[in-house]
């Protein structure tokens, strides 16, 4: 197999952007595509039965003869919020903590990026300044394939089986809509997905998305008095009425937030997008009661008006699993203690497809990948903190 560069090159050199609009699983085909690839590349490896299943997740197992099996998990679509595929990535050796010039517009610093500051002497891969670099989470995979490239050939150094599995669709919260504990077949798992390698995750947000659509009455603003009933006016009020402190821009921590994602419309007809996060499932449970009292306000003073409001959970804390069973969390500190790398645990302020696989039974905290500042152009990747994640998982499988 390729280097870890090499590999990661060759990955993010495939668009494989989900699509929140679409109507199909995966959202796109080049996410199908891509899923094939890696088939492709763990049969190389000679993992015979590495498959696509019928909704596009790759599964992969490699057995060890022995009684327990750990699974490694990353998704391989990349955010919508920009094009991927990406071809000239730039790799900065021994970063030396100035600022990075993307280009003729975009440049970097730490006082924009703190960041920068962890990753200083690293060797680190950077965009275009045009496209994403798409390490959310093809960093991920190159760990996990890279891994299973010396896994292969030092079996005996390994107390657990290997199982792998690829997702699409996780940036859209669809990640493991269709996942199979039984097909994945371990008794516990780890998404490698985010940011420093340094930080673990088994707490995230519940999430839930809301759409709020708007039709009002439309005619010639010469006649309009007492007529016209302007919907994109009333998104306005409806915005207006939420609490101006509770965004993702005035919030941090476990502080949840209700986020207006999209706002389009016109005189008769208005559409808002949101998204609801929130550490505690009861405060989620609040938001939800914010955006029904703001609609309910808009509602009785425009009684003319038509106002719909729907909610989607997206997916659960898995905090509330793991404080009752710590021992996926004891196996990443066991390996962390022997890589003699020190380890916290942060809230992921975002989903994760392991939340909604721990609630389908198989225990999945987070590792990081060494990605940072992703879904925009000035996302970066850590060459050394992917490398030492190899090592690390190296411990963990002992």
Not at 1 to 17: A, G, H, P, Q, R
Request: glycine share 8%.
């Amino acid at each position: 197999m390729k280097n870890i560069v090499d590999l990661f090159k060759e990955l993010i050199s495939f668009d494989t952007m989900s699509d929140e609009s679409s109507s199909t699983y995966p959202s796109s085909a080049s996410e199908l595509e891509f899923a094939s690839k890696l088939v492709d590349i763990l049969k190389e490896e000679g993992v015979n039965d590495a498959y696509r299943d019928e909704f596009g997740l790759v599964y992969a197992h490699v057995d060890n003869n022995k009684d327990k099996t750990i699974g490694l998990i990353a998704h391989m679509d990349t955010s919508p919020a920009l094009k991927g595929g990406i071809k000239n990535p730039r790799i900065i050796e021994k970063y030396d903590g100035s600022p990075i010039k993307l280009n003729e517009k975009y440049t970097m610093d730490s006082d924009e990026f703190p960041f920068l500051k962890e990753i200083t002497g690293d060797d680190i891969i950077v965009t275009d300044g045009e496209h994403l670099l798409g390490g959310d989470d093809k960093a991920g995979i190159a760990i996990i394939l890279t891994f299973l490239s010396y896994y292969l050939k030092h079996k005996d150094e390994f107390n657990y089986n290997l199982a792998i599995s690829f997702t699409p669709d996780e940036e859209i919260g669809q990640g493991a809509l269709h996942f199979d504990v039984k097909k994945m077949n371990a008794d516990v798992a780890y998404t490698l997905d985010g940011g420093s390698i340094y930080e673990a995750s088994y707490e995230n947000f519940n999430a839930a998305s809301a759409t709020i659509s708007i039709y009002g009455v439309g005619v010639h603003p010469g006649s309009a008095k007492n007529i016209m009933v302007n919907a994109a006016l009333l998104a306005t009020k409806f915005v207006n009425l939420l609490p101006k402190e509770m965004v993702p821009e005035k919030t941090e921590g476990r502080e949840g937030f209700i986020h207006l994602t999209d706002i389009k419309g016109d005189v008769e007809e208005a559409h808002l997008s949101f998204i609801l996060r929130d550490h505690d499932k009861d405060l989620l449970e609040e938001k939800k009661k914010i955006l029904k009292n703001a609609l309910n306000v808009i509602q009785n003073e425009y009684p003319k008006a038509k106002l719909e409001l729907k909610i989607h959970d997206e997916y659960r804390n898995m905090f509330d699993y793991f404080k009752e069973d710590m021992s996926a969390i004891n196996l990443i500190n066991k390996a962390y203690i022997s890589s003699k790398i020190k380890i916290s645990y942060d809230p992921i302020r975002g989903g994760t497809d392991g939340a909604t696989i721990t609630y389908l039974g198989l225990p999945c905290p987070n590792l990081g990948v060494g990605d940072f500042s992703p879904h925009g152009r000035f996302e970066i990747v850590s060459i050394n903190q992917m490398n030492t994640m190899v090592e690390i998982l190296k411990e963990l499988f002992k």
